[in-house]
């Protein structure tokens, strides 16, 4: 671990506020080119650590390297090397879309500003327009092209999609997409979609008070709570059709409803055949086969209500 593979290194983050210890060591990398969703129910620490590691908050305890520089002795540099797109933006509603990202362009000392504002506003599909007259998505979209406007090789999107309607939101996704996969921009969100977290991140941090408690891919988080869930429907007798599966190494639990198996497996989607196969050779001829995923909502409610039940 460490050098330049990554973007954010952070050991032991630690923020307490009198009487109050909002986040409580908080290891985490993030590496180049990589999305990464932090999620959390309300108050579990997320804003507060996205504050420590854009150095508008000072940490209590721990360290962190961001964008290359050291968070602590280094702020300055690390503000030089990162976008931040705050929560609702900033803009000033009565400017217009050009004059703001030249401005923006101004400030961080990009070479030619006029052309690096045409340029992001073809690529975010923005008109020249007082900014006030922007659609929520459009809006959300100009708010990003100021975050990287200096090309940073990491930005922070703080809950980029709150309150947009779902064509939006998609619109939004493809947009921190394509930062990632034609720059190679790192990103780091916070959201409280997990319909979002599950789109758009290589990886997602889950944090509840103050402390990571999961991590891994979307699809990582999923078969670690449960496996994958095969449902058979059968006509003949279920007996059967148990006996049948009962030497298939990745079946962990059948239940027996009528005629209906619901088969608690490892990796459904590579023994979908083989459980067929094992249901033909047991003279079972099924009705319909049926493969779903636990959700990402399942994963998140199975994390933070048993942090609730060890801490009671
Ligand atoms: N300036 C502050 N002074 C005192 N306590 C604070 C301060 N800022 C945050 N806290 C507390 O720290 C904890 C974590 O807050 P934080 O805002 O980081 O959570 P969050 O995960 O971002 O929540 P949300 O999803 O509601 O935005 C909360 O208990 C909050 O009340």
Known sequence: MGGMDHVIEARGLAKSFTGAEAVRGVDLTVAAGEIV????????????TLRMLTTLLRPT???????????????????R??????????????????????????????????E?????????????????????????????????????????????TTGLDPQ??????????????????AVFLT??????????????????????IGEGTPDDLKRRLSGDIVTVEIDGDPRRARAALADLDAVREVQ???GTLRLTVEHGDRILLQLTRALDAGGVEPRSVRLARPTLDDVFLALTSSEVTRAA
């Open 81 to 114: 090397r990162i976008g931040y797109v705050a929560q609702g933006g900033t803009t000033n509603p009565s400017c217009t879309v050009m004059r703001e990202l030249v401005l923006q362009a101004r400030l961080y000392r990009v070479p030619d500003p006029h």
């Open 256 to 258: 027996v409803t009528g």
């Open 191 to 212: 959201t409280h979609y997990l319909e979002e977290a599950d789109a758009l991140c290589d990886r997602i941090l889950i944090i509840d008070r103050g402390r990571v």
């Open 61 to 79: 305890a721990g360290a962190a390297t961001v964008a290359g520089c050291d968070l602590v002795a280094d702020p300055a540099g690390v503000r």
């Open 116 to 160: 690096r504002a045409r340029d992001l506003m073809a690529r975010f599909g923005l008109t020249d327009r007082p900014i006030g007259a922007l659609s929520g998505g459009q809006k959300r979209r100009l708010d990003i092209a100021l975050g990287i406007v200096h090309v940073p090789a990491l930005v922070f999107l703080d809950e980029p």
């Open 168 to 185: 939006s939101r998609a619109e939004v996704w493809r947009h921190v997409r394509r930062l990632r996969d034609e720059h190679g921009t």
């Open 37 to 48: 969703g932090f999620l959390g129910p309300n108050g579990a620490g997320k804003t507060t």
